[in-house]
C-alpha cells in the first residue's frame, strides 16, 4: 500500500482517504485507514468528517461508529458537523444511551445541534414512551430559536395523542400554524384523531374537508381515521359514507377499514351488510379472530342462536385461530345453549394448545367442570377468581342450568363456594341474570345458594327485591327479603330494595306498617331507606305517618345524610308544617350534616310561605358564604318571594345580579319577573323584560302573555292588553279562559258592561267554553252595578251548564229578590239548602254605584 522509502505525511493520508471516500471505496478506504493508523499518522478533523459522512451516506453505521471510536481515541477534536453525523449513527444502530452521552458532550462544548439531532432524539425518546424528556427536549430546541420540523411536530403530536394530552397538541399545531410549518397527510391525520377524542366533531369532519381540498390524501389512512372518528361518535352514516367515498376512489381496503366497515354495520345491526362485509374479507385471508368475535355478538344480540351455531361452524372449518376473547364468545354461545358436549370437547382441544397453556380462564373452567377429580381442596380452597376465572364458573353454572343438570349445576357451585371469593362471584352472576331480565336463571341459581346454606350477598338479593318491585310483585319480593333477613344483620341495601318495592306497589301504608314493626324490633333501616319511605308517604299526601317517621328519626338521634335531611324538609313544607320543616333544618345543622344547594332551595320556600323573608334572605346568603354555586331555581325562588311581599325593586335587583353571576335566565324565571311587574301594574317594566327574553332566544309562553295581559290591565292600558291577546294567538298560543278573565275583570272592575259583555264573547269565539271564574265575573257585575235584567238572564241562560256555585246562586236570589221575583229566589234558595250550600246574606244589588 506504501512504497518503501517513501512514506507519507499527515496531508497525502488525508487526500488519499478522502477520494477513497468520494469513489464510494469503503473497504479500501477502511483498509488503508488501519494503514495509517499503523504509522502513527492521526487525519485531521475535516478528514475524519469526510469518512464519516460517507460512512452514514451508504448507512454503513458502524465503521462509522468505530472511526468515531479511533477520533476519539486519538484526541482529534470534533466539531459540530462531527456531533451531527456520529449521533445519527449511534441512533440508527439502536445505541440510544450513547447517543444522548454523545449531544450531551455536543451541548458542553457549546455546540448548537441542528434541528435534524433534535427531531431525531425527540422521536427515539417518544417511542419509548418517556414522553416528558421528549418534551423537555423539544423546550431545549425552543430556547435555542430552533423552528421545528414537520417531522417533530408529527413526532410530538403522536405523543400528546398517545398520553391524551390534547391541549398540548392543539397548541402546537397552532404554532405550527403560525411559524408556517408544512402540515402533511399524517399531522392533518393525528389532529383528526385528536379532535374526535374531545368530541370536536364539526372541527375532524372541518380538517378532513380541508385535506381533501388541498389534496393532500394519498392513502386509506386519513379516510378510516375520518370514519372511525364518526364511529365513536355514533354517526354511523357519516361513517359508512365514508368508506363508499373510498370505494368510488378505487382506495383499497385494509384490514382495518373492513374492521371499522363491519362495526357500522353491526352497530346498526344491519345483519345483512355485515354478513357480506364478512365474507367479502373471508375471500381474501382468514378473518381475525375481533371479527368473528363482533360477528357471533351481533347474532347473540339479535338471537339468531342457530346461524351463531352455524357461524361457529364456519369459523372453526376454515380454521380461524382462536384467541382467548373468541373463545369465550363461543363457549357463551354453547353455555347458554346448554350444549354440555359441544362446550366440554372445544375447552379439552383449547386446554392442550400452547397458546392457552397459561389462560386463566381456560384452567379455571377445567377447575369448574372437573374440579375434584383434577385439583385438590386445599388448591381449590387457595384460588381467588379474577375476571376471567369469575366468567368460567359463570358460564359453567349457566351451562348446567341450561341444560337443566340441576345436579352437575349445584356440583359445579359447590365447587365455586370453596374458593375464596366464590360466594361473592355466585351473587354478581344472580345480580347480572336479573339485570338481564333473566329471572328464571337468576331464580335457580338463588335456590340453590339457600340450599347449599349459604345466603348470597345483599347485592344479589337486593336485585331480586327490585326486580319483584318493578314487576309490582310485592309477594314474592317479601319472599326474597324474608329468606335473606337477619334479626340482627340485615344490610341496608335489603331494606332500601323493599322500601322501593312497597312504594313502586303503592303500598306506602304497608310500608309504614312494615317500618313500625322493624323498630320495634330494634332495627334501624338506614338513611335512604328512611329517606325513601318518607318521599312515598308525602308523595301520596300521608303526610301524618311521614311525620311520625321524621320525628322517630329525630328522637333516635339516626346517622341522617344530606338526601334524607332534604327529604324530610321538602315532606313538611309539603305538608304546610313550616315550623317543624325549620326544627329539621336546624336539627340537619347542630348534627354537622353538610347542607346542600337542594336544603337552601327548600329552606327559602319554607321562609317564604312563612311569610318570613328576613330568613328567606338570611339563608340565601348563607349559602353564598359557604361557597355554594346558585342555581337558577335558587335566584328565582328568592325573587318569587320578594314578589309576594311587595318588594318589587329588591326582586328586579335581585334578577340582575343572577345574570351578573353568569346564569341565564329562562322561561320560568322570566315568567316569575314579569308576574312580579304586573302584581304592580309596571307593564312598561313587563314589556321591556319580554323583548329581553326574547332576544336571549327565550321565547314566551302562554304564563308568559298572562302575566303581561295583567300588567296591561293593572296599569288600565286595556288596549295594548288586549294586543297582547292577539299576538299570542298570532304566534300559535292559544289563549285560555285564564287570559280572557284578567280583561274581563279589569273592565268590570271599571263598570264598562259593554266591553265586558264583547270580551266574553271573544272567549266564546276563540272557541272556550266560560270556566266558573268568567262567569262569576261576569254575574258580580251585572250585579255590582245594578244591571238586574241582565244578570237574571245570564244567570238563567248558564245554570243548567254549570256546577252548582255560592256566588252564582246567592247572587241570582239578590238580583230575583231586587226584580221582585220572589217565588224563583225561593226555588234556588231551596236548591242551595238541598245541595248544602251556605246563602251569601251580605251581596248587595247596585254596591258599586252607591259607591261612587
Known sequence: MFEAGCEPDEVACGTMLCAYAR??????????????????????TAVFNFMLSSLQKKSLHENAISIWKQMTEKGVEPNHFTFTVVIYSLVKEGHAEIAFKTFN???????IPEEATYSLLISLISKGGNYDDAFRLYEDMRSQGIIPSNFTCASLLTMYYRKEDYPKALALFEEMERYNIKIDEVIYGLLIRIYGKLGLYEDAQKTFEDVKKLGLISNEKTYTTMAQVHLNAGNIEEALSIMDEMKSNNIPFSNFCYGILLRCHIVKEDLASAEAVFQAFSKTQIPECCFCKDMLNLYMRLGLIEKAKDFIFQIRKIQVEFDEELLKAVMKVFCIEGM???????MREFSASKTFEDSLFTQT?????????????????SKTLDQPGAMAFELALILFIADGNTMMAEETLKLLLKTANGLSVASQLIRKFTKEGDISKAGNLYKLLMKLGRKPEDVASASLINFYGKQKNLREALNVFASVADSSRTGSLLYNSIVDSYNRCDKQEEAYMFYKEEMEKGHVLGPVAISMLVNGLSNCGRYIEAEDIIHTSLRANLELDTVAYNTFIKAMLEAGKLRFATRVYEHMLSSSVTPSIQTYNTMISVYGRGRNLDKAVQTFDMAQKMGISLDEKAYTNLICYYGKAGKYDEASNLFVKMQEAGIKPGQVSY?????????????QEAEVLVHSMRSSGCSPDSLTYLALIKAYTRGAEYSEA?????????????PSCAHFNVLLSGFAKGGLIGEVERIYNNLMNAGLQPDLESNRIMLRCYMD?????????FFERISKSIKPDRFIMGAAVHLYRSAGFELKAEDVLRSMNSLGIPFLENLEVGSRLKAD
Open 722 to 734: 288586549e294586543n297582547a291577546l292577539d299576538s299570542m294567538q298570532k304566534e300559535g298560543i292559544p
Open 340 to 346: 354440555v358436549r359441544d362446550a366440554v370437547q372445544l
Open 785 to 793: 252595578y245594578g244591571h238586574v235584567e241582565e244578570g237574571i238572564s
Open 365 to 381: 373452567f377445567s377447575l369448574a367442570i372437573h374440579g375434584n377429580d383434577r385439583f385438590t381442596p386445599t388448591e381449590i380452597a
Open 105 to 111: 458532550q455536543m451541548k458542553s462544548m457549546r455546540f
Open 23 to 44: 469513489w464510494g471505496r469503503h473497504k479500501a478506504m477502511m483498509s488503508f485507514f488501519s494503514a495509517v493508523q499503523e504509522r502513527g499518522i492521526t487525519p485531521s
Open 671 to 683: 315568567n316569575v319577573m314579569i308576574n312580579i311587574y304586573a302584581a304592580a301594574g309596571l307593564y
